[in-house]
Structure formats: C-alpha cells, structure tokens
C-alpha cells in the first residue's frame, strides 16, 4: 500500500561485492572468515521487503580462484536466491581467473572474456569483464566494447544496469587504487553516451562510494571480507575488519535510489514491532499524518 506520493518500485536489486571466497575454511589474512560474511550478507538481505529480483556480485568470487571456493559459492547463494526468486548475477574481478570462473560458476569452458547479459522483468543487466590476465588494474577491450555497444543499441522495455568490477571513477580516499583503476575510461564513457544505461555497478575499493561516469550514476559496493578504511591514521592502505555492507537498489521510472545496509547488527534503541504495519495502513492519509507527522502527537510521545 503506498503511503507516501511515491509508488513501489519497479525493481528491486541487490549489488554485493569482493566475497574473496577461500576453500576449506582457510581465514584470509590469518583472520577473515570469508564465508561467514556471503552468510551475513544473505542473511539480512532476506529480510529485504519486498525481495531482491536479482542478486549482482560484481567481483572477486573467489580469493584464490580455486574451483572449490566457486563451488561453495554457489551453494550459498543459488538457494538463497531461489529462496528470494531472484536471479543471480556474476561479475568477473581481479580475483578471479577466467577459466575457473567459468567453469566453477556457469559450467562452460574455455578462458575468454566473461560478459554476459542478463533480463529480469524488463530490466537488462549487462556483466561486462574488466579483468586483465596476471594484472588487479582493469580494462574493457576494444572488442568488448564493439559487444557492448551492439548490446546497448537497442532500448530494453526499464533500461539497463552495467556490472563490472573496475568502477569508472575517482578515488580520492583510496589513493593506491588509482594504480589498478580502470584504464582508458573515455573509451567506455563513448560507448555509454546516450544509451538506456541508468546505472553503473562496482566493487574492488572495498568501501562504499558514488559518482557519477558519462552522466549515469555510479555505485561501488563495500566487500562483505574484509574493506579498506577510507580514513585510516598514518596508513598509505589499511584493510580492516568491519563497516562490511551491500547496497539495495530500488528502481522507480524515473529515478533510482542507493541503500547502504551494514552487515553488522547494532542495538535497538527505539522502533515498532512489525504488526504496526497494518495498523498505518488501516488508517486515512489524514489519520495518518496527524499521527505519524504531528509533534505533539503520542506516537512519538509516549
């Protein structure tokens, strides 16, 4: 039921990033229980209302590249998103090898690049591969970008999100990545001018950030391992273990709007059980304004 002037969304998208799955249990850093934070992750994502429609990870699945890492990746997620009725959408990062990749999470062979376009309900999501082989900075060839452009000369029916690992844009809190940034980024930003793109999703800074790159928003997603303090005392580069988060994506017609949900719990300090709902609904706007808007009233007095 709407209650304010905005309808429901027309989508709704998860954007997680950097999981840097390891096998058998191995802590990245001697410290980092990888796996536990994709379980987190999933975990409050499934408290998300209404579900996530698809479930984008853009970039480093696996640490290692190991075909175990992928295949425990896979266990996690796939019935978590059925679980939701979302599809689930893979990105190739630094991380990842191709082959592996590949193989451990589409069962295909071969070490090309990794794009791929996904639709869901109208909406095209495009998964382009920035990877190089035995590089961390990023590119996007020039055969690539003669696909991408091909894929973006025809409108889908709600436009398109673009998903790669490399974000397109600065980073002036995380200076060392400007070393593996996303090289030639004028080439892509040619390709994308004055198509249906409405938004561009990223990951490998693991911290959360937003720009904007050829007039289209931008998301960076922090990384559910570890991330990088953007403030850190004395430090060229300090990974740390907290301020884990994914972003929720809600797409009206017009517009799209950025969540940031924290992976950690915090302490209740006030709130309404989840029964209140009805209760809202059942009342008229007018009702409603004068209970929920009104200072002086008991909702927030008591």
Known sequence: MQLGQYAAPRHVVAHLSDPHLLADGVRQYGVIDTEAGVVRALDRLAHVDPPPQALVFTGDLADKAEPAAYARLRALVEPAAAAMGAQVVWVMGNHDERAEYAAGLFDEDGDGSQDRVHHVDGLRIVSVDTSVPGYHHGEVTADQLA??????????????????????????????AEMIELADQHLLAAVLEGT???????????????????????????????????????????????????????????????????????????????????????????????????????????
Not at 218 to 242: E, I, L, M, N
Request: aromatic share 8%.
């Open 147 to 176: 696909w991408l452009s091909d894929v973006l000369a025809t409108p889908a029916p709600h436009g398109t999100l673009l998903a790669l690992h490399h974000p397109p844009i600065p980073v002036p809190m995380l200076r060392a």
């Open 196 to 302: 249906d793109v409405r938004g561009i999703l990223g990951g490998h800074f693991h911290f959360s950030s937003h720009s904007t790159f050829a007039v289209i928003p931008v998301s960076v997603a922090s990384a559910s391992c570890y991330t990088s303090d953007p403030a850190p005392v004395q430090r060229f580069v300090s990974g740390v273990d907290g301020h884990q988060a994914v972003n929720v994506l809600h797409l009206y017609d017009d517009r799209v709007v950025h969540t940031v949900v924290p992976l950690a719990g915090a302490p209740e300090v006030s709130g309404f059980p989840s029964d209140v709902v009805a209760q809202v609904e059942a009342l008229s706007p007018e009702e409603r304004r004068e209970l929920l808007s009104r200072k002086a009233s008991g909702f927030y007095t008591t």
